[in-house]
């Protein structure tokens, strides 16, 4: 609700104020425990439903900005966060620079320098990152760290695709760097501790393939020819096709 001063707070249901007016901007706590709120000044934070800061007012906080599967609820919100941008007249943050706070498990992931956090979801708590440091030989790759906890999970040592490589289904598809050169190179499928996942004989995953519907689009090496696999590598649609795409909602 918006207060006197044009300042924002919130109200229960009969009206009464429980956060005062004071905040620039705020959202709506929808199920969630926590919220992104904004000074007067346009610094971002992130308070609890007592109007506590749990991230302090300091940031630029965005929440990704597409959704593969489903949507996730209110509780299950993960915000990215950044070092606002200043001096420019426009409201962006610095994405060398990024962390997170995942609102279910109340985890603040702080600023990590060099790091670029993904800006899609899947229902995984993996979620990608790519190294942007150029401290060791890992600068520019992909890898997965949890969104509960901050561990990273996976080490940094794919092509950097944090759009398509998300994990479903407890798998993702992902692509090496010594075989990657920007073509048509197959991709691999792995679990959530990173070990590769079989595939039957003479089939490989289509460049640019993801999991979708427990579906990953691969072709048959022999013939050319398109099919599906289940997530446990295993052809479950035969390669008849001469052309085919991904699933979307169940439908290929």
């Given at each position: 609700a918006c207060g006197e001063e044009e300042l924002w707070g919130y109200i229960n249901i009969r009206g009464e104020w429980v956060i005062p007016p004071q905040y620039g901007a705020a959202y709506d706590f929808g199920k969630a425990r926590y919220t992104v709120a904004s000074t007067v000044d346009g610094y971002d934070g992130i308070i609890d439903r007592q109007g506590n800061w749990v991230v302090e007012p300091h940031y630029f906080i965005a929440e990704p900005e597409y959704y593969y599967g489903d949507k996730p609820e209110d509780e299950d919100k993960l915000w990215l966060i950044m070092e606002k941008v200043k001096d420019t007249g426009l409201d962006i943050g610095d994405e060398s620079s990024m962390g997170f706070f995942d609102a279910a498990s109340g985890f603040f992931f702080g600023i990590h320098e060099n790091w670029s956090?993904?800006?899609?979801?899947?229902?995984?708590?993996?979620?990608?990152?790519?190294?942007?440091?150029?401290?060791?030989?890992?600068?520019?790759?992909?890898?997965?760290?949890?969104?509960?906890?901050?561990?990273?999970?996976?080490?940094?040592?794919?092509?950097?695709?944090?759009?398509?490589?998300?994990?479903?289904?407890?798998?993702?598809?992902?692509?090496?760097?010594?075989?990657?050169?920007?073509?048509?190179?197959?991709?691999?499928?792995?679990?959530e501790q990173g070990n590769p996942v079989p595939l039957d004989d003479g089939?490989?995953?289509?460049?640019?393939?993801?999991?979708?519907?427990?579906?990953?689009?691969?072709?048959?090496?022999?013939?050319?020819?398109?099919?599906?696999?289940?997530?446990?590598?295993?052809?479950?649609?035969p390669a008849v096709y001469p052309d085919s795409y991904g699933f979307d909602s169940g439908r290929g």
């Open positions: 956090v993904g800006w899609f979801y899947s229902e995984s708590d993996l979620i990608p990152a790519v190294n942007l440091s150029d401290a060791d030989n890992t600068q520019g790759l992909m890898g997965y760290v949890n969104r509960r906890n901050g561990e990273l999970v996976i080490p940094f040592q794919y092509v950097a695709d944090s759009e398509f490589c998300l994990f479903h289904d407890g798998v993702t598809v992902v692509y090496y760097p010594e075989e990657f050169e920007g073509g048509e190179e197959p991709g691999h499928l792995i679990d089939i490989e995953i289509v460049f640019g393939a993801g999991v979708d519907s427990g579906r990953i689009l691969v072709q048959d090496k022999a013939t050319g020819l398109y099919g599906y696999i289940d997530t446990k590598g295993r052809l479950v649609i």
